[in-house]
């Protein structure tokens, strides 16, 4: 289930005087059961990108593949791709609409076009996924906590099944044991459901800890495509476009230019701890 | 400059029919004392009642009981609200809704002009206030067209061209990239600092604090700690078990000394760690 | 994009009716409506035709930009014209069939058509020229007068500069909404016409939910700024008549006057 972009280009309100490109000869590929983290700032172009891989929208110039389909071909079934890539708009819990939890879980795979049986069974699936009590399942969404309410959203996208499952700053808003909750169950769909996951953030001390892969868009360019220790090694280049490595990067590199004999490379609050204590003789 | 004695705030639950289904106490004794000229730090995860407090500090809300004195005044008398919301400004979360002006220097002069300034003089503060916080350049942009942090400022300004006394920011960057963040928290500082306004800013982002000169720790609308960030920060099991959690570096640094080095508590920069390190390393050297 | 998107479609250019106080231009376009009921003849019509042109020259907007409007109300004139000109009866000029078109008809008819045609390009006129914020300050300041009979002149201006404040955010989140249903599935451009009243639900549902709370925000922040209505409230831009203002009044009066004289006495 690989999606393919080759020499992506998109223009925004073309033939008009305000036409701008925001997104500029992008090719990515991103094969299957992978977690990647997609880094750029407000206007980097990256919520575009994002749309062309559930076919929300088609490039100007340029192709996406879906398993080797052409997204912008008149007879691809655009529906399907929807179902098979998900996407976790930002501030998803905006979306809720149904009286209940549970219903407004049901919209997606309702909309498949699945047997009632079926469709209860996945919005169940869903919702316990997310690791959301059987008690609030019949509670209207609209008088639960925003980290709750954020999970029976993100439920009502993993109940279409999907093998790509990307979410546009799953954490905004939220506080630190939340934001920590949300991405530990990201995580944990990614390990369990072994799908695809693309996690779109502006910021590294988010993803750092996740992702294995780290695609940084700039100005609607892919800046770096890598894993993250080779990307934060640019954290200087990071920098100059707004972007910054995770704070531990930087106490690495300093530690290290100190005269430390520590791997200035650590990107994970773990490797850091273990790499100082071993500087140390601890370890 | 603010002060609350033993505030209680509750609201009545209702379902749908109407019929009274509870009460909540959404702030519980708290009181507080913020000096003149301080930068206050309020942290407390979602629903922990911080922003119900700060509603009480311009006069959005009134104490169930207690009281709450602004400036010498007390809010819940009806005679001094005018004065209380021209000096306690607030600056809210959502950038897009709190902007009223089509064009952003309108916007800036809308509370001069709701406080009856003569034209005049509400042109000299839309200058200096755009001027404050780096938005002068945009003066006649219309508000769609500026980035999250660039409207939050431009919040920042309406406020500023009240000429308050203090401003109380209810998680103004909750919204925002971190660019935005940064440029927020900056104009804050520097309105501390430079003008001497007191700020009192309510968040959840543990890096936006370390340069408060006080914490305080809110939970379940209590005030559950409160010290200098560097007392805070010291405790960090104590922060998680309440939703929240520290910098990153205050995180190693714990983590570090948890496995035994010799570290002091609450360290908050990244200079502080590695400056640490080297001490340990020049003593064990010796 | 949607956020570019402004209400009534100013024309951004420079030239002296954009520069005229809004008071002049809502003035100048009630007038001006009034005289092309005021004139009865030909020369009434081109004397107003005249007027016209020379605004739209003096405005510096391309008249190609004010004719396009006229294609969305070109259903209606036509309509208009076909009713005059076979329900009016009169002297028999043609007839086929049931339908008879009389010599009166044919003069109504036309003059209808000029009629709605002047109208729409007038009031157009007003509208690209000016802001929508001018065009609430210039209505708040007119209407001004209203307050004495209890008319919350300025609440409904103060709504209405909202109101052009919030639509490019909404129109916006629209968008945003209705691709996040459409990620789930949702389906707003096939299936029957009650299918897709249905599919709005997941649209309209958040839609409102988030109007409102933008409503309660806001509200909270203009009332935390002071906001106590529109006693007391001094203005950052008052609105000043200028000497261009006093000539261009001059200007529309005379205007008025010959429409009048011509139009109505001078050619019966």
Not at chain 2, 10 to 31: K, L, P
Not at chain 2, 177 to 196: C, F, Q, S, Y
Request: glycine share 8%.
């Amino acid at each position: 289930m690989s999606l393919i972009l080759d020499h992506v280009n998109y223009i925004y309100d073309e033939d008009t005087a305000m036409a701008h490109a925001a997104l500029i000869d992008v090719n990515l590929q991103i094969p299957d059961g992978q977690f990647i983290g997609l880094i750029g700032h407000t206007g980097s172009g990256k919520s575009t990108l994002i749309q062309h891989l559930n076919g929300l929208e088609t490039p100007t110039s340029g192709s996406v593949y879906f398993n080797g389909k052409d997204i912008s071909d008149p007879d691809f079934n655009k529906k399907e791709l929807r179902s098979k890539v998900g996407l976790v708009f930002q501030y998803p819990e905006h979306q809720l609409f149904e009286t209940d939890c549970f219903k407004d879980v049901c919209f997606g795979p309702k909309n498949l076009g699945l047997p009632q049986k079926e469709v209860e069974l996945r919005a169940y699936e869903a919702l316990k996924m997310v690791g959301f009590d059987d008690e609030y399942f019949y509670q209207s969404p609209f008088e639960l906590s925003g980290g709750q309410k954020r999970r029976v959203a993100i439920a009502g996208v993993i109940a279409m099944k999907p093998d790509v499952l990307i979410l546009d700053e799953p954490t905004a808003g939220l506080d630190p044991k939340g934001r920590e909750d949300i991405l530990g169950l990201i995580k944990r769909l990614h390990d369990e459901m072994g799908i695809t996951v693309i996690l779109v953030s502006h910021s590294m001390d988010d993803v750092a800890d996740y992702v294995e892969r780290i695609i940084v868009m700039n100005k609607g360019r892919v800046a770096f495509d890598d894993i993250p220790v080779n990307v934060f090694a640019h954290y200087k280049e990071l920098e100059e476009i707004g972007l910054a490595a995770p704070q531990v990067t930087y106490v690495m590199q300093e530690l290290a230019k100190a005269g430390f004999p520590v791997d200035a490379k650590a990107t994970t609050m773990e490797q850091a701890k273990n790499e100082i204590l071993k500087a140390f003789g601890r370890c | 400059m603010i002060r609350t004695d033993n505030l209680v705030f509750e609201y009545i639950r209702r379902d749908e029919e109407g019929n009274v289904e509870g009460i909540t106490r959404a702030v519980d004794n708290v009181d507080l004392d913020v000096k003149p000229g301080q930068f206050i730090a309020i942290l407390g995860h979602n629903g922990s009642g911080k922003s119900t407090l700060a509603k009480h500090f311009n006069a959005l809300l009134y104490p169930t009981e207690g009281k709450v004195i602004v400036d010498g005044m007390d809010t819940s008398d009806g005679e001094y609200l005018w004065n209380i919301r021209q000096e306690a400004g607030m600056i809210f979360q959502n950038p897009d809704n709190q902007i009223i002006g089509q064009v952003v220097e309108e916007d800036v002069g809308f509370g001069p002009e709701n406080m009856g300034v003569p034209t005049n003089e509400i042109w000299e503060r839309v200058d200096e206030s755009l001027r404050a916080v780096g938005m002068l350049d945009f003066r006649k942009s219309s508000p769609n067209h500026l980035s999250g942090g660039q409207k939050q400022r431009v919040s920042i300004a309406g406020v500023i061209a009240m000429h308050p006394k203090c401003i109380i920011m209810d998680e103004p960057t909750a919204m925002l990239d971190p660019n935005g963040r940064k440029d927020v928290i900056r104009a804050a500082r520097a309105l501390n600092t430079v003008e001497g306004i007191t700020v009192i800013l309510i968040t959840h982002y543990m890096e936006e604090v370390i340069y408060a000169d006080k914490v305080f720790v809110m939970d379940k609308g209590r005030v559950t700690m409160e010290g200098t960030p560097r007392e805070i920060f010291s405790q960090v099991e104590k922060l998680k078990e309440l939703r929240l959690g520290v910098p990153q570096v205050t995180l190693l640094a714990h983590e570090l000394k948890k496995n035994g080095l010799p570290l002091p508590d609450g360290i908050l920069t990244r200079e502080e760690l590695v400056e640490e390190l080297k001490r340990i390393k020049n003593v064990a050297n010796t | 994009m949607l956020r570019d998107i402004t209400l009534g479609q100013y024309y951004r250019t420079d030239s002296v009716i954009h520069r005229l106080d809004p008071r002049v231009k809502l003035v100048a376009t009630f007038v001006f409506i009034m005289s092309l009921f005021l004139v009865k003849n030909f020369w009434g019509y081109l004397i107003a035709g005249v007027f016209l042109a020379v605004c739209i020259k003096l405005s510096n907007v391309p008249p190609k930009f004010i004719f396009r409007g006229m294609k969305t109300i070109f259903f209606l004139l036509l309509l208009t014209m076909v009713f005059n000109l076979f329900l009016t009866p009169g002297k028999e000029l043609v007839s086929f069939w049931k339908f008879t078109i009389t010599y009166e008809g044919l003069k109504m008819a036309s003059m209808m058509a000029v009629r709605l045609v002047f109208l729409i390009t007038g009031s157009s006129i007003m509208t690209l020229t000016t802001t929508p914020n001018n065009l609430t300050d210039g209505m708040e300041s007119v209407l001004g007068p209203l307050k004495k009979l209890h008319v919350p002149v300025h609440e409904i201006s103060m709504m209405m500069s909202i109101a052009l404040r919030f639509i490019p955010i909404l129109l916006e989140e629209t968008d945003k909404i209705m691709k996040a249903q459409m990620a789930r599935g949702a389906d707003f451009e096939n299936g029957s016409l009650i299918n897709r009243a249905k599919s709005l639900v997941p649209l309209l549902v958040p839609l409102f939910i988030s109007a409102f709370r933008r409503a309660m925000d806001l509200a909270m922040a203009m009332e935390a700024r002071c906001y106590r209505g529109g006693d007391g409230r001094t203005k950052m831009k008052p609105l000043i008549y200028k000497k261009r203002d006093r000539i261009a009044y001059g200007v529309l009066y005379s205007y008025l006057l010959v429409a009048i004289v011509v139009g109505r006495i001078l050619f019966r």
